[in-house]
């Protein structure tokens, strides 16, 4: 059977369904991890849940990359979601935000939705860097951009606020030639321009 080009070693990324409601308003009770990847928000209802899922599920992003994707395993099990933003056709960069279900957490699944997308931004369109900013107090997502080969490119300080007090945010990247020289390029390929 031909593996789609959205199929990693553990998981599939796939668009937002009307039905993903339910894992929305899942993810939005743990507010911690809420915190870790982005910010607290006010409790929200079952019919943002449905709004959200409603129009992500019909956008298509004609006029740019910025797109949300739903983590599944291969068997189709929800565990989590990423987000590309501030795509930048011209200077080929963009950034992404991921946040993984607790209980899904240490498998493997982030490492491996980040290698299916940026396996596309950089093999099928062209994209040349991606970045991702990680709040100095997200130790984990801080180990986890190491461990994937990102470097730490700068500091900015105190300007995400959270519990009270301001944070510095950590800018972690990775070059399309940096990712495929540690991930390897799909069988076939020539070297694209990184
Ligand atoms: C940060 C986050 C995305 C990491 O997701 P994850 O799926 O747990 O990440 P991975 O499993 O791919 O990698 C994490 C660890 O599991 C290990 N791992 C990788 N493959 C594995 C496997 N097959 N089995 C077990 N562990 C594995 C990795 O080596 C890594 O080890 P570490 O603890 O030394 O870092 C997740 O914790 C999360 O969503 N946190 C809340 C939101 C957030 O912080 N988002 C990021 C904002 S920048």
């Known amino acids: 059977m031909t593996k789609s080009a959205w199929q990693g070693d553990l998981v599939w990324l796939r668009g937002v369904?009307?039905?993903?409601?339910?894992?929305?308003?899942?993810?939005?009770?743990?507010?911690?991890?809420?915190?870790?990847?982005?910010?607290?928000?006010?409790?929200?209802?079952?019919?943002?849940?449905?709004?959200?899922?409603?129009?992500?599920s019909a956008a298509a992003s004609p006029d740019n990359d910025d797109h949300r994707f739903i983590i599944t395993t291969l068997r189709g099990v929800a565990?989590?979601?990423?987000?590309?933003?501030?795509?930048?056709?011209?200077?080929?960069?963009?950034?992404?935000?991921?946040?993984?279900?607790?209980?899904?957490?240490?498998?493997?699944?982030?490492?491996?939705a980040l290698t299916v997308l940026f396996r596309h931004f950089f093999g099928e369109k062209g994209y040349h860097k991606v970045n991702a900013w990680v709040y100095a107090f997200n130790e984990r997502s801080r180990r986890f951009h190491e461990n994937f080969g990102m470097t730490l490119e700068g500091t900015r300080r105190e300007t995400h606020f959270s519990n009270?007090?301001?944070?510095?945010?950590?800018?972690?990247?990775?070059t399309a030639g940096e990712f495929f020289a540690r991930h390897g390029r799909p069988a076939g390929s020539e070297p694209g321009p990184d």
């Open 17 to 56: 369904e009307p039905g993903d409601w339910e894992h929305f308003m899942a993810w939005e009770r743990d507010g911690e991890a809420n915190r870790l990847g982005w910010m607290v928000h006010l409790p929200r209802g079952s019919e943002w849940a449905r709004k959200a899922a409603l129009e992500q």
């Open 164 to 174: 009270g007090e301001f944070h510095d945010e950590h800018l972690f990247g990775m």
């Open 79 to 112: 565990v989590g979601t990423i987000n590309t933003h501030a795509s930048d056709r011209v200077n080929r960069r963009f950034q992404y935000g991921i946040s993984i279900a607790r209980e899904h957490w240490g498998h493997g699944y982030a490492s491996d």
